[in-house]
C-alpha cells in the first residue's frame, strides 16, 4: 500500500523537467527497496494506466466492461510513452532500471522522422513502445543512450510532447493498446458513443485501430515558448488554443499466429495520422463548413 501510494502520488509537473525526472529516479529507489523491482515495476505501470484513464473516455468506458468481468486490463499489450528529445535516454534508463530488457528498435528517420525503443519486462509482461522524434542521420546512434538535442523542427511526438509535456510526466501515456476481438470492440464502442479511426494495420496476423482522440486544452505558456521558437505558426498556435490538441487514444488490437511485433510502415502511418497539426486542419475544414 505504501508502494502503490508513492506512485500514484507522484508529483509529475515541475518548472524544470530536469528534475521530474530526478525526483522520479528518488521514487523509484524507494519503491524498489519496499517491495523489489517486479513488483514496483507493475504498481508503476497500474497507475500509468489510472493516470491515463483519467484523461480518456473510452479508456474508462471500456475498463468498467473488463472490471465487470474481473479483467482488469489483463489484455494489455503495450504502454506507448512519447517522449522529447531531451529526455528519451532518461525514460529509457528508468524501464531499464526496473529490469526491462531491450527489444527491437526502430530508426524510421529517413522515412518519417521518428524512432522508437520496444522494451520487455518478462516478469510482469510488460511491454513499452516509446517513441521518439528522430533526424535522418541519427539513425546510426544509438539514440537510447546517446542525449538527443533539440532538433531544429518538431516531428509528430515532439510537438505532442511540446504541447502536452513528456508522458513521463504531465501528459501521461499517449496510449494503451490491448488485445480484442478487433470488430466487436469497434462495433461495442461504437454503442457507447465511442468512434474508431481508420485501421492503421490490417493483415490476417495484425489488425490494429486508434479510438478518435482525446482532445486537451493546451496551457498558454507552452504554446508561447512553441512559438517564440518558431516550432509553431500564429494560426496554429491560436487554433489550439481555442480548440486543444489531441492527446491520448484507446487502442484496438487483435494478433494471431503468434505475431508480437509491430510493422513500422504502419506505424509511421498511424503517427503521421495523429499529427495535431493535419488534425486540426481536417477539424478546423469540417468546423468551417458546418458554420456555413
Not at 195 to 213: C, I, N, V, W, Y
Request: glycine share 10%; net charge positive.
Amino acid at each position: 500500500m505504501t508502494a502503490r501510494e508513492l506512485w500514484r502520488t507522484r508529483r509529475r509537473d515541475f518548472v524544470d523537467d530536469t528534475s521530474g525526472f530526478a525526483y522520479a529516479f528518488e521514487v523509484q529507489e524507494k519503491v524498489i527497496g519496499l517491495v523489489g523491482v517486479d513488483v514496483a515495476c507493475d504498481l508503476f505501470f497500474a497507475e500509468e494506466r489510472a493516470y491515463w484513464e483519467f484523461r480518456n473516455l473510452a479508456g474508462r468506458i471500456q475498463k468498467r466492461r473488463q472490471d465487470s468481468m474481473g479483467l482488469g486490463w489483463g489484455n494489455h499489450d503495450h504502454h506507448t510513452f512519447r517522449c522529447s528529445r531531451r529526455f528519451f535516454a532518461d525514460t529509457i534508463e528508468f524501464f531499464c532500471r526496473f529490469g526491462f530488457a531491450k527489444r527491437e528498435r526502430y530508426y524510421a528517420g529517413a522515412e518519417a522522422g521518428w524512432g522508437a525503443q520496444i522494451l520487455e519486462h518478462l516478469a510482469t509482461g510488460i511491454t513499452v513502445f516509446a517513441d521518439v522524434d528522430l533526424m535522418p542521420e541519427e539513425t546510426a546512434i544509438d539514440f537510447t543512450k546517446q542525449r538527443l538535442p533539440d532538433g531544429p523542427r518538431l516531428g509528430t511526438v515532439g510537438l505532442w510532447c511540446g504541447l502536452h509535456g513528456d508522458s513521463f510526466l504531465q501528459a501521461g501515456m499517449h496510449h494503451l493498446e490491448a488485445r480484442f476481438h478487433f470488430a466487436l470492440l469497434r462495433d461495442q464502442l461504437a454503442k457507447a458513443g465511442i468512434k474508431t479511426m481508420k485501421p492503421f494495420s490490417d493483415f490476417p496476423f495484425l489488425r490494429q485501430a486508434f479510438t478518435e482522440g482525446e482532445r486537451w486544452p493546451v496551457r498558454e505558456e507552452r504554446l508561447q515558448k512553441l512559438l517564440s521558437s518558431g516550432l509553431i505558426t500564429k494560426d496554429q498556435a491560436l487554433a489550439f488554443k481555442n480548440n486543444g490538441a489531441v492527446g491520448s487514444h484507446l487502442e484496438n488490437l487483435e494478433r494471431k499466429g503468434g505475431f508480437k511485433g509491430f510493422n513500422q510502415s504502419s506505424v509511421s502511418v498511424i503517427i503521421k495520422a495523429t499529427d495535431p497539426r493535419s488534425i486540426h486542419s481536417e477539424g478546423q475544414a469540417k468546423l468551417d463548413t458546418a458554420r456555413i
